[in-house]
């Protein structure tokens, strides 16, 4: 995994050319919640007379985190009956807020949900293969998923996007790296900038309204995977907390950025176990043949009223197998052999079906666990697999909830949220014309693919009517965008400036590299912030000592070398997760209870605590002045559902 240019090609700020675009809505990352806004903002601009222009640092057909496709799409209420079972929204509310230990945005959760339907309609009609029974009805995986053959999933998304916009107004390859804000009103953006990573290019996109779509952050920990396989995560790894970096640096409100997410998954190769808890009703077992989820049954009592609700909340599912870890009856396996056996029952022909389907639900989306099966001689009929949870990863559209506190809709945000912003639109943040969307929205998690895309709808038709409504004429400060400039391609001019004294590229008395300064991070937040180092344990002491030790890394940034321009990208990528990283581990010290057993476990505060925290922990960081302030906003029930 360390970099090691071909060829070594460096620019100087002051020659690269600066192209300007200016746009009306500027959305920022072509995942899934940024293709859903770019396909809905494209209909409601023409309407308008607006332009819709979309950037991302990759190219949209294979970004985001469904890069490799998917087996399953893991969010579809059915209110039409399409499916194997029909759900309510009351009961997805109930899930979802359960699922988070009593504390999530039901007004945002509703909003999307409400409408995701619509959504996975729209992908079947672009030929997105669902599974059908005999009776035409799209397979459940669970009670909220659907089977599907998503080897090909974005690219199919990723078409209908840009053909709603028009390639024209697609940039691909150019990394945003910050905000720019409006000359004249210091909460309200103005567009953004970012480089080129295929070729010398400066671009300034000024826009009226910005909506940030890119995706969550992984690699802040240090992951299982080392050695040549050290980028193997579960989640994509070119999502860096950009979106989350972006941000806070212009002001926006962060919540629940204490929260991450552990996935528990087969064991090296981060393969997915939910079609195989759910579909394949596959038990897994400790080193021992115990059923843990039997023998720690009794654990669920202690959090009440969550830890007996069905299903059982995800984090603690994982209590119960860290529980295991911390008594070392290790391996944890998957029993697939007992399962495959049991849903084909006796029959050979249905049992070389199943196992056809077994090896599919891997060959959709994570490819390296069918061929670590191939390595290791792993039969999944015959012999089970090692499960694990991996490291932290920090998102607001998995089973995590952090973000940006963001407007929810008129029919349903109650007074103690809307409070907080000045112009009221859908999934707008606490600045002005600045939207977030996907990984980037907080405190309204289980989005997963399609609720993102349709999250993505919902706040570009808002973005679209702030700027009919409001009629923003942000001004752009022409010396701040030559700063800005300057600032991208330091890394490189650093590099030039330094590199003769040394006979290593690597080893140099005047800077460091992206790729180190990555390990760093890693380590530092492994070993303080409840990564595995300490089987995601950590203490008040560890927190301060890692804010400590980021702070001297941050210092470190500003020596930062690039030799090309993808390790220009990696470098403006590391400065973000080291402040994505900050973020959380703030966010951790202020929260004082153990909220999420399974997901962190603060020792000092080891209770999960209703009386004092059943609230969303929002923060923000005001950059003139380098300060971070905390502040506690109530749970509100806004959707009627009981225990």
């Known amino acids: 995994m360390v ?6 090609e460096t620019y100087k700020a002051a020659d690269v050319p600066t192209e300007v675009v200016e746009t009306d809505v500027l959305i920022i990352g072509g995942g899934f919640s940024g293709c859903g ?5 494209a209909y409601w601009a023409k309407l308008g007379g607006l332009k819709v222009t979309l950037v991302e640092k990759a190219a949209i057909e294979r970004s985001g985190a469904v890069a490799q496709g998917l087996s399953a799409i893991n969010t579809y209420i059915d209110l039409t009956g399409r499916s194997e079972r029909q759900n309510t929204l009351e009961d997805y509310v109930r899930y979802v807020t359960l699922d988070m230990m009593g504390l999530a945005r039901e007004d945002l959760v509703a ?3 409400r409408h995701v339907d619509g959504a996975v309609h729209l992908f079947e009609k672009w030929g997105l293969p669902i599974w059908k029974t005999p009776e035409g009805k799209y397979v459940r995986e669970g009670q909220w998923q659907i089977m599907i053959h998503g080897e090909s999933y974005k690219p199919i998304i990723a078409e209908a996007a ?4 028009g390639e024209e107004n697609v940039y691909e390859r150019v990394m945003v790296f910050e905000l720019l804000k409006d000359k ?3 909460n309200a953006v103005a567009g953004a900038v970012g480089f080129s990573v295929r070729e010398p290019k400066f671009y300034v996109f000024k826009a009226k309204a910005v909506i940030l779509a890119t995706g969550g952050a992984t690699l802040l920990f240090r992951p299982r995977s080392t050695g040549e396989a050290a980028g193997r995560t579960w989640y994509a790894i070119f999502d860096t907390g950009s979106g989350y970096y972006m941000g806070m640096k212009a002001g926006a409100m962060l919540t629940q950025f204490e929260h991450r997410f552990i996935p528990f998954r087969f064991k090296d190769g981060y393969g997915p176990v939910g079609a195989w808890f759910l579909f394949f009703k596959c038990k897994a077992k400790n080193a021992f043949g115990e059923l843990y989820i039997e023998t720690r049954a009794d654990e669920l009592k202690k959090y009440e009223p969550y830890g007996t609700a069905t299903p059982t909340p995800t984090p603690l599912r994982n209590h119960q197998v860290m529980l295991e870890i911390m008594d070392c009856k290790c391996p944890i396996y998957m029993d697939t052999p007992t399962a495959l056996a049991e849903l084909a029952g006796g029959d050979k022909k249905k049992l070389k079906h199943v196992y056809e389907e077994a090896f599919e639900d891997f060959l959709d989306m994570t490819v390296s666990q069918a061929l670590l099966w191939a390595c290791q001689n792993i039969d999944p009929q015959e012999v089970p697999s090692e499960a694990m949870p991996a490291e932290p990863y920090i998102m607001g559209s998995h089973s995590g909830e952090a973000g940006f506190w963001v407007c929810g809709p ?5 007074e103690e949220y809307a409070k907080l912003f000045p112009l009221k639109y859908n999934r707008m943040t606490t600045v002005k014309g600045l939207f977030a969307i996907g990984d980037c929205a907080g405190a309204n998690p289980h989005k997963f693919s399609s609720g993102s895309f349709t999250e993505g709808r919902i706040a570009a038709k808002a973005a679209v009517r702030y700027i009919l409504e409001q009629k923003p004429n942000p001004e752009v400060d022409d010396a701040v965008v030559e700063e800005l400039k300057k600032k991208a391609y330091a890394p490189m001019e650093r590099y030039e400036q330094y590199k003769n004294l040394s006979t290593a590229d690597d080893v140099n008395p005047e800077y460091i590299l992206p790729w180190q300064g990555l390990v760093r991070l890693q ?8 990564g595995i180092a300490t089987i995601y344990k950590t203490n008040e002491k560890m927190l301060e000592r890692a804010l400590e030790l980021l702070a001297f890394l941050k210092e470190d940034l500003e020596k930062l070398a690039a030799r090309d321009l993808h390790e220009l990208m990696r470098a403006w990528e ?4 080291v402040w994505t990283a900050e973020a959380h581990v703030r966010h951790m010290l202020f929260r004082k209870e153990t909220r999420w057993p399974g997901y962190y476990y603060r020792t000092d505060y080891p209770d999960l605590n209703d009386d004092e925290w059943k609230c969303f922990v929002c923060s923000k960081y005001d950059a003139e002045k380098n300060e971070w302030t905390f502040e506690k906003v109530p749970y509100v029930q806004v959707i009627d559902w009981t225990y």
Request: charged content about 30%.
């Open 3 to 8: 970099y090691v240019p071909k060829k070594v």
């Open 37 to 41: 806004a770019a396909y809905e903002a």
């Open 111 to 113: 909003d999307y949900a």
């Open 162 to 165: 840009k053909m709603a916009v």
């Open 184 to 186: 004249n009103d210091p």
């Open 410 to 414: 008129e029919d349903l945000m109650p």
């Open 523 to 530: 380590k530092i937040m492994d070993e303080y912030a409840a």
């Open 574 to 577: 590391l400065v973000h997760r």
